[in-house]
């Protein structure tokens, strides 16, 4: 035989050629160029489909000689069949004539080449061009297998640079892992090794089993992706939250080669759907909350106004005074709780004035030392350029003294409770990591305590009203602290481990204004009645029965109107002027506002005061009070009413 030049076959010797002809002699010319050319081939002659595909699926053939027609059959359906298999094998069509459109159709739809019989010298060429490109297209996907290899890993980094990439060879089963593994987790170089037995040790013991066997699974039973959520071991000791998914890469005959992965530390992340998922539920209880408290200051100011309206009529009866006097005393009570429940559903009034917190803390000094005990030290570290604040003086008093006193039941052997203050500014970080802050400038007060501290389950429920840890107590204290920082317009955290202690902070936005002269008791005005013409008006009949008693013995001429049409008729009456309107901020057909403007049309010099149990943002910006006009929280007693309605009655235009 002439020896094959190297090119002729990409180096595989012989070349095994499978020809389609249902003329022998045909066949043989076209052999017979071949081995003229030098090309060394064994071959094997097929007439028909069937036998065609027998030889195809033993799958020793390297080119295929197809004449174009064939008796029932033809070269192009051998061509199409052979794609049906999924072989890459050179196709060639030898044919006696052939048109160019036909020869252009059979180019576009993939076959080698064709070759006319009259014109077969041209074949060696052919197959030679034909076997070079299946050899080129060979090499191509090999090296699109590489690639996809590399790509697969950079892609992974690029995706995930803040994040550790690994990579697990199944066939040395060893893993190489990013750098970032030791800064997200602290571990140390030296201590990192490329093994899947390092890295099971540091799964936590009650995730580790499942994990380790989710992750086999994956790999022995040709999974395409694995993924897993666990804790996993810092280099402190600590476990961080994890997020660990990863992708099966296969050989070409399915073989799992290796596995390429990203750990992600999902701990922040967790922490705040956490904060999420909490604000959520103080938002429903909030507004469960501030609903009851609405209702029950109504009937709460009923409860407590017709007992001491009683005390004067069973003055002398001892046995009946006891009794008036524990109903109001429950009444007070129940109003505490309800302006308590008010504070934590940011319904309550606020007056704000600017404050500033070191000076408060400094006049509340003696007053906390006497509430803690002698077996608690007291640290105040206070800031000397202390920022400004706008807040209620009162409810600011109300957030340190709850603050102190849970700091106080954490410590019931003693120990030390630290008052801090202090500027701070939270960026967009801090802000990204706690949900609700808003970046900016905030004054800071911290109050910590070297208490036996909270476990994490007790710390998600802490700001709950009722709920407590103690034996005794309504577990509205912090609630109420929650609700009157937020309706502030700042943010509260607490950090506390178990053993350790507990720091609450409190952030309050900062404000460059001067401070505001904040009234002492010394300035409260004595009640005192008087013998002006009041319009009251309120739709709940026991509370406008009870204000008109209170109203009528302070010696006002008392008008009462339960709607609109009342007020209308009260104020188109020009014969008597009618110097003060005690009005309701919340009603069904017209709202405390309308009735002021109704009233102010026929009567300009009346003075407006303002009552409610709730907040209304006709009369009050999310609770607080607009600037120069009068209010009277419910419930009220009938000292607090004569006195303000005096106030009002005194004060300038």
């Keep these: 035989m002439t020896a094959q030049p190297a090119n002729a076959n990409g180096g595989k010797l012989p070349l095994r050629v499978l020809v389609i002809e249902d003329s022998e002699a045909d066949a043989e010319l076209s052999l017979r160029e071949l081995r003229r050319a030098g090309v060394t081939f064994e071959s094997v002659l097929v007439a028909n489909e069937r036998a065609f595909l027998e030889q195809l699926r033993r799958g020793h053939c390297d080119l295929i000689l197809s004449d174009y027609n064939l008796p029932g059959w033809s070269g192009m359906a051998a061509f199409e069949a052979l794609r049906r298999e999924g072989k890459d094998i050179p196709f060639i069509l030898v044919t006696g004539s052939m048109g160019e459109q036909a020869a252009v159709e059979c180019m576009k739809r993939g076959i080698s080449d064709y070759i006319l019989k009259d014109r077969l010298a041209r074949l060696p060429l052919a197959v030679r061009q034909a076997v070079e490109e299946k050899r080129q297209r060979e090499a191509r996907q090999q090296a699109e297998e590489r690639l996809f290899e590399s790509t697969a890993r950079f892609q ?32 140390v170089a030296g201590e990192i090794e490329p093994t899947v037995g390092w890295w099971e040790e540091r799964i936590h013991p009650d995730d580790r089993e499942r994990v380790s066997t989710s992750l086999r699974d994956a790999v022995n039973h040709h999974g395409e992706t694995w993924s897993a959520s666990y804790r996993l071991r810092r280099g402190d000791e600590g476990y961080a939250s994890v997020l660990d998914r990863g992708r099966v890469l296969h050989d070409p005959a399915g073989r799992p080669i290796r596995m390429l992965g990203v750990l992600v530390d999902v701990t922040d992340h967790l922490q705040m759907e956490r904060q999420i998922s909490a604000l959520h539920k103080f938002e429903a209880l909030g507004r469960l909350a501030g609903g009851i408290a609405h209702d029950f200051n109504n009937l709460l100011g009923a409860i407590i106004g017709f007992s001491e309206l009683l005390l004067d009529q069973v003055e002398g009866n001892d046995s009946a005074e ?16 309800t302006r308590q429940l008010m504070a934590f559903s940011r319904k309550q009034v606020l007056e704000p004035k600017v404050l500033d917190l070191n000076s408060i803390i400094t006049d509340m000094s003696e007053m906390l030392r006497r509430l803690i005990g002698e077996d608690v030290q007291i640290d105040t570290i206070a800031s000397p350029h202390l920022g400004t604040v706008k807040a209620d003086p009162g409810q600011t008093e109300q957030v340190i003294l709850n603050l102190v006193i849970n700091a106080r039941d954490a410590m019931p052997m003693g120990g030390k409770l630290t008052i801090e203050t202090a500027n701070v500014d939270l960026d967009e970080t801090y802000a990204r990591m706690h949900v609700g802050v808003t970046p900016g400038r905030y004054v800071m007060l911290a109050i910590s305590d070297t208490g036996a501290g909270m476990d994490s389950k007790t710390l998600a429920c802490i700001f ?25 317009g700042g943010n509260i955290w607490v950090y506390s481990e178990p053993g350790r202690g507990t720091t609450f902070k409190v952030y309050i936005p900062r404000v460059d204004e001067p401070r505001d002269a904040v009234a002492g008791t010394s300035q409260v005005t004595v009640a005192a009645g008087g013998s002006e013409t009041v319009l009251l008006v309120e739709d709940s009949e026991p509370l406008r029965m009870v204000a008109y008693e209170f109203l009528s013995r302070a010696g006002y001429k008392v008008l009462q109107a339960l709607d609109a049409n009342d007020v209308t008729r009260f104020a188109e009456q020009d014969s008597a002027p009618i110097h003060l309107l005690l009005t309701d901020v919340v009603m069904p057909e017209m709202s405390g506002r309308e009735v002021a403007e109704l009233v102010k049309r026929h009567h300009a010099r009346t003075k407006v005061l303002f009552m409610s149990g709730y907040t209304d943002d006709a009369i009050l910006r999310h609770g607080i009070v607009d600037q120069g006009v009068a209010f009277l929280s419910k419930p ?17 235009d």
Excluded: C, H, M
């Design 636 to 652: 009220f007693s009938e000292e607090g009413l004569v006195r303000k309605v005096r106030q009002v009655l005194d004060a300038r």
């Design 156 to 187: 992974a980094v690029t995706r995930a640079t803040q994040d550790v990439i690994w990579d697990w060879d199944l066939r040395t089963d060893t893993i190489w892992r990013s750098e970032n593994l030791q800064a997200r987790f602290g571990f």
């Design 322 to 337: 006891k009794y008036v006097t524990e109903i109001r005393k429950a009444g007070n009570r129940a109003a505490q709780l």
């Design 464 to 488: 709950e009203p009722f709920f407590t840890t103690k034996k005794t107590g309504t577990g509205l204290g912090l609630a109420t602290v929650f609700g009157i920082v937020k309706q502030s």
